[in-house]
């Protein structure tokens, strides 16, 4: 505690992630030396230069320094900023590398159950995108940078409204689709129900679209609806 409405932070935070199907993501038919296709005595092609998913595992340690503030009894935010160290124990011909770390939020309540929130942050993450042909080909993972906002108002005390809007670049590290960029979208409606402490409902559409560079070409829209029922105890 610095002062009564602000609370000083430093901290450390361990992330391992471990790919363990044991997928086979790249190899090639192809003998390197002669371009030609070998056959083993079954008839099958031989593949050369085998990598598996645990090839992308990573562990990363991230330290970071921060504040949490009370502007007013409304008005709260909170800010850690830092950096990351990854390294990747299956692959031997990646080095470890540095990345920043940013996490902030600001939330404004204008009446006691209803509140404004938004919100910036910047981390290395996992990705489903592999690249692919051989381990020097390899994607590893992706740094993200994200901004969202939301409102939450409650129409009742019992009944809450909710918007939500994200957005998400994420820049690839490695491989074929080294230094491509996406851009995620997020625009999302929810409206829950609460009939006590125990049991709620909800019902919600989110639309999603992804926007791909040309060598990933990926790109879609989709539409979700739900609706759910949580129970607590």
């Given at each position: 505690m610095v002062l009564p409405e602000t609370k000083a932070l430093i901290g450390y935070q361990f992330t391992d992630i471990n790919y363990n199907a044991d997928e086979l993501i790249s190899g090639t038919f192809f003998d390197p030396a002669t371009g030609a296709i070998i056959l083993d005595p079954n008839g099958n092609a031989t593949l050369f230069n085998p990598s598996y998913s645990k090839a992308r595992n990573s562990r990363q340690h991230t330290g970071y320094v921060g504040a949490e503030h009370s502007f007013s009894p409304q008005l709260k935010g909170s800010i850690r900023a830092g950096a990351s160290y990854t390294e990747y124990p299956n692959d031997n011909t990646v080095d470890a590398s540095w990345t920043p770390y940013v996490n902030a939020s600001l939330?404004?309540?204008?009446?006691?159950?209803?509140?404004?929130?938004?919100?910036?942050?910047?981390?290395?993450?996992?990705?489903?995108?592999?690249?692919?042909?051989?381990?020097?080909?390899?994607?590893?993972?992706?740094?993200?940078?994200?901004?969202?906002?939301?409102?939450?108002?409650?129409?009742?005390?019992?009944?809450?409204?909710?918007?939500?809007?994200?957005?998400?670049?994420?820049?690839?590290?490695?491989?074929?689709?080294?230094?491509?960029?996406?851009?995620?979208?997020?625009?999302?409606?929810?409206?829950?129900?609460?009939?006590?402490?125990?049991?709620?409902?909800?019902?919600?559409?989110?639309?999603?679209?992804?926007?791909?560079?040309?060598?990933?070409?990926?790109?879609?829209?989709?539409?979700?609806?739900?609706?759910?029922?949580?129970?607590?105890?």
């Open positions: 939330r404004y309540h204008y009446t006691e159950l209803s509140y404004i929130e938004g919100g910036f942050s910047y981390d290395r993450n996992a990705t489903d995108v592999v690249g692919g042909g051989s381990p020097s080909a390899l994607t590893l993972d992706a740094e993200s940078a994200v901004i969202y906002a939301s409102v939450n108002h409650a129409i009742t005390p019992h009944l809450v409204a909710s918007l939500i809007g994200q957005f998400q670049n994420s820049h690839y590290n490695g491989g074929t689709f080294d230094s491509n960029d996406e851009q995620y979208y997020l625009l999302g409606l929810n409206l829950a129900y609460r009939f006590n402490q125990y049991f709620s409902t909800e019902v919600g559409y989110n639309y999603d679209r992804l926007e791909s560079s040309s060598a990933i070409n990926r790109t879609f829209d989709r539409n979700r609806i739900y609706i759910g029922v949580t129970a607590t105890y």
